[in-house]
């Protein structure tokens, strides 16, 4: 894993805002959930973390690295969507460990809480 830093992201579409300057370090290892009501930015950020949208205004890096301009395949992350049951045949926890035991993660470290 790496660090994650977000520096005052900013997230416009055309001229409304959506996003007003987040920032937040993420330690190597360390377990991050984002929480808030429907339509306060969650998902954008998200997104805006693995790829998927564009940042308008910033940085965020990954590992030292400023990864604005890098496409999602070379960021080396995923995320977990809002609903939980992207294989409902599989508890929650084996969902959310899924991608790890995918990337190579330890066994171990894929079940612990």
């Given amino acids: 894993m790496a660090n ?4 005052k992201a900013r997230k416009a579409y ?3 805002e959506v996003l007003h300057g987040v920032s937040v ?3 190597d290892g360390e377990f991050v959930v984002l929480v808030g009501p429907s339509g306060c930015g969650r998902s954008t950020l998200l997104r805006m973390i693995a790829g998927l949208e564009n940042i308008t ?11 604005n301009d890098l496409p999602p395949k070379q960021r080396d ?7 939980y049951a992207l294989y409902p045949h599989m508890t ?22």
């Fill in 4 to 7: 994650v830093t977000i520096d």
């Fill in 14 to 16: 055309g001229p409304v």
């Fill in 25 to 27: 370090d993420i330690r």
């Fill in 57 to 67: 205004r910033r940085k965020i890096g990954i590992g030292g690295r400023v990864v």
């Fill in 77 to 83: 992350i995923s995320m977990v969507f809002q609903n």
């Fill in 92 to 113: 929650v926890a084996e969902n959310m460990a899924f991608s790890l035991t995918l990337a190579g993660a330890p066994k171990a470290g894929c079940g612990r809480r």
